[in-house]
C-alpha cells in the first residue's frame, strides 16, 4: 500500500520529478563517462607498453633501473651473455642493446633511440613484422628498421641512405651510413618518432663491446633468483608502468570527486524538491494522520519516494552511460596526441573501457544519496500536528 501510494506520487508532479532525474541521470552519466575514459586510457597505455617495448619481464643490470631516466644505459652491460642464456633457458626473450645518439639525413638531423636486436629473438616476443609498412624487418643482415613518424620528419623511404651518431661504450664520437630497409609503426607513437632498429652484432662493433642491456621476456622467469649470479635483476611490466597507473589513479580520483559532487548536487535537489513537496501536502499528510496513518509510515511513504527517483535516476543514468561508453570502446575517441604535448604512447584514438562492478556501484550509490536526500523532508513530515495540517495552518 504504501510503495503504491510512493509510486503515484512521484509522478503527480511530473515536469517537477523530470527535473530532479535530469540532476541525477547527469551526475550518474559523467561518472560513468569518466570512469570508461580513465579505464579506457589506462588499458590502453599498458597494452601499448607491454606489447611494442616491455613484453612480461625486463632484465637489467643491477643498479640501472633504480635512476632509469637519469642513467646511460651503457654504463650497465651485461658481460656474461651464455650465463644469462642458461638462466633464461625454456623462457621467450630478446636480448637488445638500447643506446641513445642523432640521426642525420642531408642538412637535417634528429635525436635517435637506437635498438640493437637479434632480429629472431625480437619477432618471438614481439610482433614486429605484423607492423611494418614498407620493406622487411632484418631479412638482410644489416638492414636498418626505422619508425614510422621519424621517417615522415625527415622525408625518408626504404632505400635512403641516412648517417648515424652515437657515443660509443669508452665514450668516443661514432658515426656511420647505412641504408634503411624497412619502415615500421609499432603502434606506440614515442617509438615511432625516434627508433631504429639495428641487427645487434653491428651494433657491437659500432659501439666497442660485448655486452647487452636490455631483456625483455615474455612470461614468468623460471629461475629469477639466479640473475643475482650475474649482478643482474628483473623487473616485471606492472614495474615498468608504475608511473602510468599512477597517473591514471590520480585522474580516476579526480573524476570521483566530480561524480560525487554532481551526484550531491543531485541530492540537495531531491531534498529541496521533497521539502517543498510536504509543505505543499501538508494538508493531505493531516488527513492521512488524522485517519490513522502512524509516523513511521509517513516516514517510509516520504522515504520510498526519494528510493523511486533515485532508482529511475540512477537507471537512466547508467543505461546511457553504459551505451555511450560501449560505442567509444568499440570505434574509439579521435584525438591528436602529437599536438598535445602529451609523453604518452597514445594513438590516433582513445578507446572507453566499460567495468560493470563499477557500472554496479555508481547506480548503487545514486540510489542510497536519493534515499539519505529524502530522509530529512520525510522526518519533517512526521512533525506535523494533524489538526494545524488538516486546517493548512
Known amino acids: 500500500m504504501i510503495v503504491k501510494m510512493a509510486y503515484r506520487n512521484v509522478f503527480r508532479h511530473k515536469i517537477r520529478t523530470g527535473l530532479t532525474l ?40 643491477k643498479g640501472f633501473y633504480e635512476d632509469k631516466d637519469n642513467n646511460n644505459p651503457l654504463d650497465f652491460m651485461i658481460k656474461d651473455e651464455k650465463k644469462l642464456d642458461k638462466i633464461l633457458k625454456g623462457s ?33 616476443v614481439f610482433k614486429r613484422e605484423k607492423y611494418m609498412l614498407k620493406g ?45 630497409s624497412g619502415i615500421i609503426k609499432t603502434g606506440n607513437p614515442l617509438l615511432d618518432s625516434r627508433l631504429i632498429f639495428l641487427n645487434i652484432d653491428y651494433v657491437k662493433k659500432f659501439i666497442i663491446t660485448n655486452g647487452i642491456n636490455d631483456i625483455a621476456v615474455l612470461g614468468d622467469i623460471a629461475n629469477k633468483d639466479k640473475l643475482k649470479d650475474i649482478n643482474c635483476e628483473a623487473v616485471n611490466w606492472k614495474d615498468e608502468v608504475k608511473d602510468v597507473i599512477l597517473i591514471t589513479q590520480i585522474r580516476g580520483k579526480a573524476f570521483n570527486i566530480v561524480s560525487f559532487i554532481l551526484l550531491a548536487m543531485a541530492g540537495i535537489t531531491i531534498a529541496n524538491t521533497m521539502v517543498m513537496v510536504t509543505m505543499e501536502r501538508k494538508q493531505e499528510i493531516g488527513i492521512m494522520m488524522a485517519n490513522g496513518m502512524s509516523k513511521s509510515k509517513i516516514l517510509k511513504l516520504f522515504i520510498f519516494e526519494g528510493a523511486f527517483v533515485g532508482v ?54 545514486g540510489f542510497v544519496i536519493s534515499v539519505v536526500a529524502a530522509f530529512y523532508p520525510a522526518y519533517k513530515a512526521t512533525k506535523f500536528n494533524p489538526v494545524e495540517a488538516v486546517n493548512g495552518n
Not at 29 to 35: C, K, N, T, V, W
Not at 170 to 175: D, G, M, Q, V, W
Open 22 to 61: 535530469v540532476t541525477i541521470i547527469f551526475g550518474i552519466l559523467i561518472a560513468i563517462l569518466g570512469a570508461g575514459l580513465n579505464d579506457g586510457l589506462k588499458k590502453q597505455l599498458i597494452d601499448t607498453y607491454v606489447k611494442t617495448d616491455i613484453a612480461t619481464n625486463k632484465i637489467y643490470l
Open 92 to 124: 621467450i626473450y630478446t636480448k637488445r642493446i638500447k643506446f641513445s645518439g642523432k640521426i642525420i639525413k642531408d642538412d637535417l638531423d634528429m635525436p635517435a633511440m637506437f635498438l640493437g636486436v637479434y632480429p629472431n629473438e625480437e619477432k618471438k
Open 136 to 180: 622487411n624487418f632484418f631479412k638482410n643482415k644489416n638492414g636498418v628498421v626505422i619508425g614510422s613518424e621519424l621517417a615522415n620528419n625527415l622525408k625518408l623511404k626504404v632505400g635512403d641512405g641516412i648517417t648515424i651518431t652515437a657515443r660509443t661504450v669508452e665514450n668516443s664520437l661514432n658515426a656511420d651510413d647505412l641504408i634503411i
Open 312 to 365: 529511475i535516476g540512477s537507471f537512466l543514468g547508467v543505461f546511457i552511460g553504459s551505451l555511450v561508453t560501449i560505442h567509444y570502446q568499440k570505434v574509439g575517441i579521435p584525438i591528436n596526441a602529437g599536438d598535445s604535448g602529451i609523453d604518452l604512447p597514445l594513438s590516433d584514438k582513445i578507446f572507453m573501457q566499460l567495468e560493470f562492478s563499477k557500472v554496479i556501484g555508481y547506480f548503487i550509490l
